[in-house]
């Protein structure tokens, strides 16, 4: 009898709880109220429980951790295209003016808990002129990383590294009226020379002196009876301590699949070579390398993202409760940049030294042609230069 008691006065205590919560409405009434609870079990980490019961607390919703549940899986089909209108609004992200744009492009890998692979792998692009993430790709294992991904306008510039270097992307991008730089290997493409003849890359390099960039007009085949997309490769060849590097890169490569390196692999690491779809008149060798230099301001933007918003970890298991997750963090990740972008430079002491810097990162690549002023070397009198020998240097 006093064990039946005790469970009723359980009871009691627990329905006296649940009559002081129920000012919170039943379910989710509004799409701010979902947007709030995504972002709680994304931003936060909570588990179910935890979400379910912070959104009766602050009178959000009354919903259980499984109704939750319900809500994290069906949320992908109504997050994505929000984020998706976040980066067509031109107020969102970026609020600069695209003429000149210079678009960096990569992708990220994403693990789950205990998985030894690549479940999810995040792709999207970076403004170099305004640092804001503008459009995002998420897909499985399976999906590559490939320009045909980005929606490009005339005269944007796109910058990728050698996983970019396909025919049918860099068609895709020149088709849009924009143009393309990316690194490139020796077997990447078929070579040819403008009037269709084999071109050999080995030998075109082999010429080259040493810090002295060159440039030739090649053209690639089309792929299912497209023309030929004509390009330009620049090479230059690396001083002898970044092609030891990338040698033994390659030998550590080489030691973990299990073969030896080729010949030809050896001899490519002293060589860097960058094929581009700009017109000499835009950019010249030299300037190419130099706008190709940049495309590593994305793995640094992808490195704050993981090491400061800690965008690299994966909790939910269930592939539409992982969509929900990482759409949600990189909904966030958007609105931490969008904070930032009225007041892109901070100067700690009130007025920026060089106002053209911006500017000139704007007008990329057509500013690339112009040279840089040249600073005058100010005469050190005698009288100044006497000055350091009458310090007294017994002074702390």
């Known amino acids: 009898m006093g064990a039946l008691a005790a469970v009723l006065a ?52 009354a919903v259980s951790d499984v109704a939750v ?12 295209p929000r984020l998706d209108q976040w980066f067509r609004t031109p107020a969102g992200g970026a ?9 960096l492009t990569d992708g990220s890998t994403i693990q789950r808990p205990g998985s030894p692979g690549t479940p999810w792998r995040r792709h999207a692009p970076w403004n170099l002129a305004t640092g804001c993430w503008e459009q995002l790709a998420l897909t499985d294992a399976h999906g590559a990383e490939s320009l045909t991904r980005l929606r490009l306008r005339p005269p944007e510039v796109v ?37 269709g003849t084999p071109w050999s890359v080995r030998d075109a390099v082999r010429t080259l002196p040493a810090a002295t960039p060159g440039d030739w007009a090649v053209q690639i085949p089309g792929a299912a009876g497209r023309p030929p997309l004509p390009l330009r490769l620049v090479a230059l060849r690396k001083s002898p301590v970044a092609a030891e590097r990338a040698r033994r890169q390659a030998r550590q490569a ?6 030896t390196v080729a010949a030809a692999t050896w001899e490519a690491a002293d060589y860097v070579l960058v094929l581009t779809s700009l017109a000499p008149a835009a950019a010249d060798a030299a300037a190419v390398l130099e706008l190709y230099r940049l495309r590593w301001q994305i793995e640094c933007a992808f490195k704050r993202l993981k090491s400061l918003l800690h965008l690299d970890a994966l909790r939910a298991f269930d592939p539409p409760r992982a969509q929900t997750y990482l759409l949600a963090q990189w ?8 904070l930032g972008a009225p007041d892109p430079a901070f100067f700690p002491y009130g ?26 070397r100010r005469r050190v009198t005698r009288r100044l230069a006497a000055r350091p020998a009458r310090v007294d240097e017994s002074a702390p």
Not at 69 to 80: E, F, I, N, S, V
Not at 331 to 338: H, I, N, P
């Open 254 to 259: 080489a030691r973990k699949h299990g073969h």
């Open 69 to 80: 549940l319900k809500r994290l899986r069906h949320a992908p089909a109504w997050l994505g």
């Open 95 to 103: 609020g600069v003016p695209r003429h000149g744009r210079v678009v």
């Open 351 to 376: 007025f920026p030294v060089r106002p053209d810097v911006q500017r000139r990162l704007a007008d990329y690549p057509t500013d690339l042609e112009r040279p840089a002023p040249r600073r005058t």
């Open 159 to 195: 910058l990728g590294d050698r996983n970019y270097a396909k025919p049918r992307a860099l068609a895709h991008v020149v088709a849009q009226g924009a143009d393309v730089v990316v690194r490139v290997g020796w077997n990447a493409v078929r070579w040819q020379t403008r009037d």
């Open 331 to 338: 909904l966030g990740a958007v609105l931490v940049d969008a």
């Open 10 to 61: 359980r009871r009691l205590a627990r329905r006296r709880v649940d009559h002081r919560r129920d000012h919170a409405p039943a379910g989710i009434q509004s799409a701010d109220a979902l947007l709030r609870l995504i972002f709680a079990y994304a931003w936060n980490d909570w588990s179910l429980r935890t979400t379910a019961a912070w959104a009766r607390r602050i009178g959000l919703a």
